[in-house]
């Protein structure tokens, strides 16, 4: 019988926050994370032998459909959404502390995550495998119903035909604020109406590229039809569609993870990359998995991250331990390294001047 165990993040009533807006300099990077927020921490534990690590969050504002509502999503690591949207900023929270508690709680007592004892290594070979079996096998395209104004969407899914968020890509809009689109915005001006044309395949196509999937040998685009009520819906609805644009509702392809793809997954849960020769006067400690504390004659502190991504890793540098504050970003760690005592000297020239004035 599994032992019990109770995440201390139940315990958490009301986090400190931090504000975030486009100006203060505090804002997570990338997209996804709203207008404006507040950040907040949830602390870290050890349970059932398992250490699960302090984490950074946001919670902020979405607005869809012509409705605000709040939604959380995790600062570092994949950026997951974290629990259910909510009317209430208190409301979101309870959702994102129970999400995080209960994950927390079944990884102790089901042992998803590893003991203490295992080293990295194997904690790293263990998630790859897992991520490696739950890759999407099968891309569908789906038109929404025409009495619901049309659109379509593109989804990765698995064998099971499970999906996640960030395999739900519309076709004919361009989504959330700051959602990478095709630049040649043919899913914004060609298709139209909810038509089920050659163009979607092509932006269906751009999107698979993206993100690392390319169709098995073989496998062409294909008719699917879901149950039978659905699909007496669409045989009374066909003649809405466009003339000319009476595609099957639903097509399916397989496709399978590309070269890049996979090599993107060997950075991800492999080693951490080994930082090149540092500059005279700079030292680097690690402080996690995938970053390190930088020091400058050993009195100015930052920190340093990589993420693996496909496209192109990215090394970040920030101003703070919790890895909010970026100061710029770079393919390579060396490119960061390299100014770290001219931001010391910038850094001593300010404090010099505020004491003068």
């Excluded at 930082?275 to 390190?292: H, K, T, Y």
Aim: charged fraction near 20%.
């Amino acid at each position: 019988m599994a032992t019990q165990v109770r995440s201390i993040v139940r315990e958490t009533v009301e986090p400190e926050y931090t504000r975030y807006t486009p100006t203060n300099g505090k804002k997570p990077d990338g997209a996804g994370f709203g207008v404006d927020g507040w950040l907040f921490a949830l602390p870290g534990e050890t349970l059932g032998g398992v250490r699960f690590p302090q984490a950074m969050y946001a919670a902020f504002q979405v607005s869809e459909r012509g409705a605000l509502s709040w939604r959380v999503r995790e600062v570092g690591g994949e950026r997951r959404r974290i629990g259910s949207d909510s009317t209430t900023r208190k409301g979101v929270l309870a959702l994102a502390v129970n999400t995080v508690a209960q994950g927390r709680e079944k990884a102790a007592e089901g042992g998803e995550c590893f003991p203490v004892s295992a080293t990295m290594a194997e904690r790293l070979e263990r998630m790859r495998a897992g991520q490696l079996a739950a890759l999407p096998t099968v891309a569908e395209i789906r038109m929404a119903y025409p009495l619901a104004g049309g659109g379509a969407t593109l989804r990765l899914m698995t064998a099971e035909g499970s999906t996640t968020e960030r395999n739900m890509i519309p076709l004919t809009e361009r989504g959330a604020a700051g959602r990478e689109n095709d630049p040649a915005g043919i899913y914004l001006d060609a298709i139209t109406d909810g038509a089920n044309t050659e163009g979607l395949l092509i932006a269906a196509g751009w999107h698979l590229t993206r993100l690392g999937f390319d169709y098995a040998p073989g496998a062409v685009w294909a008719p699917y039809s879901g149950s039978a009520s659905s699909e007496a819906q669409w045989e009374e609805w066909a003649p809405m569609p466009p003339e000319g644009h009476r595609w099957p509702h639903t097509v399916r392809v397989a496709i399978t993870a590309t070269p890049e793809h996979l090599a993107y997954m060997d950075r991800k849960y492999g080693p951490a990359p080994e930082l090149p020769d540092l500059p005279a006067g700079v030292s680097a400690r690690p402080s996690g998995p995938r970053s390190w504390q930088i020091c400058y004659a050993n009195r100015r502190f930052w920190q340093l991250a990589y993420w693996p991504r496909m496209g192109g890793d990215v090394w970040t540098l920030y101003a703070d331990p919790a890895r909010t504050q970026s100061l710029a970003r770079a393919e390579r760690p060396g490119e960061l390294l390299a100014t770290i005592p001219a931001r010391d000297a910038e850094a001593q020239a300010r404090a010099a001047a505020h004491k003068g004035y």
